[in-house]
């Protein structure tokens, strides 16, 4: 038994392993080939992870309430009011973006000064043990690290259930070019998006896993993802808030009863409030601020005509500062491979999986509408990420659940046809993001042969192809997880 068990437990880990270096093999290339500051605040998020690893409180200016940072000539040129010289202009290349590596410390401000500090605690460090350009880079690298091992929780999560290969596909879905793009940046929307995704899956676990034995542990899974969630973002009580309502309304009533008796239960319950209530303590005086300062002012219609906006930022069909266009079919493949898998479930699944699809993507519609109501223009697909990442998954649960009530399995011909379509979603929004920096946006496709910029990864060429190797892997290593699924007992067959 105890050899049987040790095999067990070297086989997980492996999995695990594999899961985190090829998600991170996919992380690594969007760090090196993006621009520095090419991501939404990057520079604001740089200036406040310098200023909280070196201890600078930084100076309030009462006149403009601004709370100046002093930061190295290199992060400087990415400060608030300081936007690289590429944003918004998408056929403006980054070759324009000019670094000093060295030079005098300067006083910048920084959006992300109300932001709780614990994300730029996580990524900050690098620059304590170097400078210039390459602290920055390590900046991306370090987060890109922490996303993958979140990601890595999450895929594990559903590989430990049966009937498993619908909710990998769900996962699948859910992981658009913006996950890969934002969790490898210097912002914590990557983290954030990440941590919600394993918070999902755990939750899933925990509460619709057949035979589940180690409950502790189950809680474990969901407890920690979710006390990352909440501690990330100005924003992140409300998406770790809205997470648990529906992870509560996916649960049976038998296994809620079950988990009301366990200490570990309550113990991450705990957990999770006290990291709320110390995010709160931290920002929660400036988050009103965020809505309610500078620029304040609402629109109800504007937020509504926003919907298309929101949307191609939520499926990933916008990048960078807003000038990154992906490609016409990028958008479409995650809106018709969401949808199919949504209307899959409400169609089949149980009123309960049905019920919280619908709370879902109300919640998602009410939240856009009510911040721009207070606040327009403001809000941007990225912040609704951590509550709509779970659609595809929990529609990947209810059409288990619909597969394991006629004990059938997922063909896996539907496998065969939609990975790769991901696969090509994936590497063309990659293509189309190092192309408008490195040639314009409009311009020739053939950017590879007079590149007018270079990543620091290297050669256009090899970077694409890399990339597009990396995501190979990654899928066909999903492909592989969703062949061991059972038939028989899917997830969701406790009710």
Known sequence: MVGGASTAARRTM??????FLLVLGCLVPWALAMPLFSAPDEGAHMVKAYAVVHGEAGRLDPETGHRYFPVPSVIAHGGDGDNPCFAFQPDQTADCLELHQTGPVHEVSSSAASYPPFFHLAVGWPSLITSGSASLYLMRLA????????????VDSVARMRGRAPLLLGLAVAVTPAVLYFGAMVNPSGLTIAAALAAWTGGIFLGRSPGLRRVGWAAARV??????????????VLWGGLIIVALVALTPWDRLR???????VWAWAAAIMGCAVAQLALSGAETGGALTGENAGGSFWNAVNDANFIARGVAGGILGWFDVTLPFPVFPIYLVSTGFLVVAAIGF?????????????????AVTVAVGSVRWPYFQGRYLLPLTVGVPIVAGLGLAEALGRVRLALPRRLLWLLFP?????QVFSFAQALRRYVSGATQDWWFFSAPRWRPAAGDPTVVVVLYAGAVVALFAWWYVLARGEEPVDAPGSTG
């Open 14 to 19: 492996g999995r695990f392993a594999v899961t």
């Open 143 to 154: 987060g890109a690290v922490l996303v993958a091992l979140f990601m890595a929780l999450a």
């Open 223 to 236: 407890g920690l993802p979710l006390c990352v969630v909440v501690l990330l973002r100005r924003d992140s």
């Open 258 to 264: 079950h988990l009301a008796r366990c200490r570990a």
């Open 349 to 365: 699944a149980s009123r309960r999986v049905s019920l919280t699809l619908v709370g879902m993507t109300t919640a998602a519609v």
């Open 421 to 425: 379509v991901l696969v090509f979603a």
